[in-house]
């Protein structure tokens, strides 16, 4: 497994951009495919975006298409969420979450097949 640390959370207004990173210790950043979860007071986790083993893959929830960018450079074992023209409702925790597969072209949505996952980092956005 690798081990993960979230960073960039904070206080932002509506409109505004924050980008979240996630770094992995461990074992080999380039074999899990990646995700960024969040979780807002009262309701379920949910995936916001993932991305492949090799970056060429991603996916994005409809909340966030068109604002939320994933992306990761395996020689630095990071991955980054960079989030522009942010809303109230994206207030929540956030959390990284990892995934060793085989593919390097799949990405991984659902979050009951990741096996590591960061303590998530607070993101509020005031209206």
């Known amino acids: 497994q690798v081990q993960l640390v979230e960073s960039g959370g904070g206080l932002v207004q509506a409109g505004g951009s924050l980008r979240l990173s996630c770094a992995a210790s461990?074992?080999?950043?380039?074999?899990?495919?990646m995700g960024w979860f969040r979780q807002a007071p009262g309701k379920e986790r949910e995936c916001v975006a993932a991305?492949?083993?090799?970056?060429?893959?991603?996916y994005y929830a409809d909340s966030v298409k068109g604002r939320f960018t994933i992306a990761r450079e395996n020689a630095k074992n990071v991955v980054w969420l960079q989030m522009n023209s942010l809303k109230p409702e994206d207030t929540a925790v956030y959390y990284c979450?990892?995934?060793?597969?085989?593919?390097?072209?799949?990405?991984?949505?659902?979050?009951?097949?990741?096996?590591?996952w960061g303590q998530g980092t607070q993101v509020t956005v005031s209206s």
């Open positions: 979450a990892a995934r060793f597969v085989v593919q390097a072209t799949g990405v991984v949505v659902a979050e009951g097949r990741y096996d590591s």
């Open positions: 461990g074992r080999a950043f380039s074999n899990y495919a």
């Open positions: 991305i492949s083993r090799s970056g060429d893959n991603t």
